[in-house]
């Protein structure tokens, strides 16, 4: 039989098992814009902006922007932007409707419409994920990368853009032009002082344009940093079939989520604002300790797993949580390497936080996998293992389950798993990893090839010896002896 589709239309046949919202749908304003209508935003920021207009009878509406794909769109716009999110508890899972989301707009087919909708006066925030990549900044320097294609050409032609910043800009732009006031930017991606790099590329990118709006933005706009964390999957077909299976409706927009979220942003607003808090958010002075613990504890060992995972044939995290070699390996990671680098957060012990790590890391119901992780690991790196080092080696200490995990992508980014399978990898920089290994005649020129991309080590770790040397051990051990013996030697 097949199933009806989710809609307006169709709610009166959804499955009971839904929490449909408790608040009227009529009375939303397109007061937000989210640029990066992915997975991530529809189980985190739009289920905060959800529960806030049930806690606080709000408005707040939300206008989807996708920059590139239209695949977001003709996920959400056949079903009048509603969708569910699955919250996938061991065995236990809950469905929630979501209805916040008003309107998709495909930019690369409507880019009038999408920058009406970014300026238009209502919208007081704009929430961003852009994914590492999106912010055109180079990472050692924090340069706007002018010779980026889009950055180029929206240089040329900034009241027709297409990439975010330029987006973002042009809005700001109309905005400035009308004496009106900025709307707040709000970076949600996994970045150390992601508004922080957020402004640095309008403000560098506004400046090549016309001085005296830099010169407003600067004055007059705010880019709080945030520390985002939810476990967000991919959604699978399979995923898409169970959920029409119990909620009685196909829901092609579904996505699927861990129990635990947290939001921190940082205390500044260019506007007003939905009161996020009453949905949990964390509203502070300075999220630069949330953002280092989250970005090293969370994401850093997600990485290594990735890595040391996907190469070790596990297709999903929690397989390799339950690994004899690499789970204690991981746990070691952590507590031994990461942990001494990090400074709690206010009220929050690390022991427990790592503790809780792991427990999140092991949910067999998400099948989180591997590969998804491995992506961008060129933009992923620095912030997520390579910073840590750097604090290792100024503090003395050694950091061999780091550079394993640093070898790890190495031998994942050439492309060939340790059998000589072939990988898909997916990067920004995936033609130069192929370059690299095609030129390479053995670990030591392999090594050798990667560390000097300048982009993921930096000037300091390209020209390194002691780390050169400590990540050449790792990596030789696990050409020869496997991701997995090379992390048993270290646990
Ligand atoms: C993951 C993150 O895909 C990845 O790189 O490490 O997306 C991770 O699931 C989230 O940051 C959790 O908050």
Redesign the pocket.
């Known amino acids: 039989m097949t199933m009806k589709r989710l809609s307006s239309d169709t709610l009166n046949e959804l499955s009971y098992i839904v929490k449909t919202p408790g608040y009227d749908r009529a009375a939303l304003r397109p007061r937000l814009v989210h640029l990066g209508v992915g997975a991530?935003h529809r189980a985190h920021q739009a289920v905060y902006t959800e529960e806030t207009n049930e806690r606080e009878a709000g408005e707040w509406g939300t206008t989807g922007i996708s920059l590139r794909s239209p695949t977001a769109a003709s996920q959400l716009a056949p079903q009048d932007h509603l969708y569910t999110v699955g919250t996938m508890d061991g065995e236990r899972i809950s469905y929630r409707l979501i209805s916040n989301m008003m309107r998709m707009i495909t930019a690369p087919e409507a880019p009038e419409a999408a920058l009406a909708a970014l300026a238009a006066p209502e919208v007081c925030a704009v929430t961003l994920t852009i994914t590492e990549k999106g912010y055109a900044l180079d990472p050692a320097t924090g340069r706007l990368k002018t010779e980026d294609p889009d950055i180029a050409a929206d240089l040329q032609t900034p009241e027709a853009p297409r990439s975010a910043i330029g987006y973002l800009a042009a809005a700001l732009r109309i905005r400035y032009a009308a004496s009106a006031l900025p709307f707040t930017i709000i970076s949600c991606d996994?970045l150390p002082s992601n508004g922080a790099r957020v402004r640095e590329a309008v403000l560098q990118y506004a400046g090549r344009i016309d001085r005296d709006f830099a010169a407003w933005i600067e004055r007059e706009g705010a880019f709080p940093d945030t520390m985002?964390?939810?476990?967000?999957p991919a959604t699978t077909p399979e995923d898409i079939t169970e959920t029409a299976e119990a909620i009685r409706l196909r829901d092609d927009a579904h996505v699927k989520a861990e129990p635990f979220r947290q939001w921190v942003i940082e205390n500044k607003f260019a506007a007003d604002r939905p009161q996020w808090e009453a949905a949990g958010a964390q509203i502070v002075e300075d999220v630069a300790a949330f953002e280092t613990a989250?970005l090293r504890l969370?994401?850093g060992p997600?990485?290594a797993i990735?890595y040391l995972g996907y190469l070790s044939g596990y297709d999903y995290v929690h397989q390799v949580m339950d690994d004899v070699d690499l789970s204690p390996f991981i746990t070691l990671l952590m507590d031994e390497e990461i942990l001494p680098t990090v400074t709690p957060p206010a009220g929050v012990s690390l022991p427990s936080y790592t503790e809780a790590l792991r427990e999140r890391f092991l949910n067999s119901a998400l099948r989180?996998r591997t590969w998804?992780?491995a992506?961008?690991g060129s933009q992923?790196l620095p912030q997520r293992l390579l910073d840590t080092i750097r604090d290792r080696q100024k503090m003395g200490l050694p950091y061999d389950r780091l550079a394993l995990a640093v070898a790890a992508w190495i031998a994942y980014a050439r492309g060939r798993t340790i059998h000589g399978e072939k990988i898909d990898v997916r990067d920004p920089l995936s033609a130069r990893f192929a370059e690299i290994a095609s030129a390479s005649s053995g670990v030591d020129s392999l090594l050798q090839g990667f560390l000097s991309l300048g982009e993921v080590f930096g000037d300091d770790l390209s020209r390194d010896l002691g780390f050169a040397g400590t990540v050449l051990t790792q990596l030789q051990r696990l050409m020869t002896d496997g991701p997995q013996a090379a992390a048993g030697a270290l646990s």
Do not use: E
């Open positions: 991530f996994n985002v964390d939810r476990i967000v989250k969370l994401n997600h990485s990735a989180h998804q992780i992506m961008d992923k």
